[in-house]
């Protein structure tokens, strides 16, 4: 993946903490400065089990989260 530093330093600005890059793309992490490094987690994959594995792993939560809201558009009932 190209312009690691670039997306890197979008994903901060957008308030990301976390971060999920190709094991590849590791060493591209050095031109990222430090200041902005320390505050995010970097997560090395080499596949994407690997990448569903992280990006997934609280559904339990959301499933419970989305549970319990209204199914948009319940009750409306269409007019002929």
Same mark, same amino acid.
């Given at each position: /993946?190209? @312009?690691?530093? #670039?997306? /890197? &330093? !979008?994903?901060?600005?957008?308030? +990301?903490?976390? *971060?999920? $890059?190709?094991?590849? =793309?590791? !060493?591209? $992490?050095? #031109? /990222? %400065?430090? #200041?902005?490094?320390?505050? &995010?987690?970097? +997560? %090395? *994959?080499?596949? *994407?089990? #690997? /990448? $569903?594995? =992280?990006?997934?792993? =609280?559904?339990? =939560?959301?499933? $419970?989260? &989305? @549970?319990?809201?209204?199914?948009? @558009?319940? @009750? *409306?009932?269409?007019?002929?």
């Amino acid at each position: /993946v190209g @312009g690691i530093k #670039e997306k /890197v &330093l !979008a994903a901060h600005r957008a308030g +990301i903490k976390r *971060v999920i $890059l190709p094991e590849r =793309n590791a !060493a591209d $992490l050095e #031109e /990222v %400065p430090e #200041e902005i490094r320390e505050t &995010l987690e970097f +997560i %090395p *994959v080499s596949t *994407v089990d #690997e /990448v $569903l594995a =992280n990006a997934l792993e =609280n559904t339990d =939560n959301l499933k $419970l989260k &989305l @549970g319990d809201q209204k199914t948009p @558009g319940a @009750g *409306v009932q269409a007019q002929a």
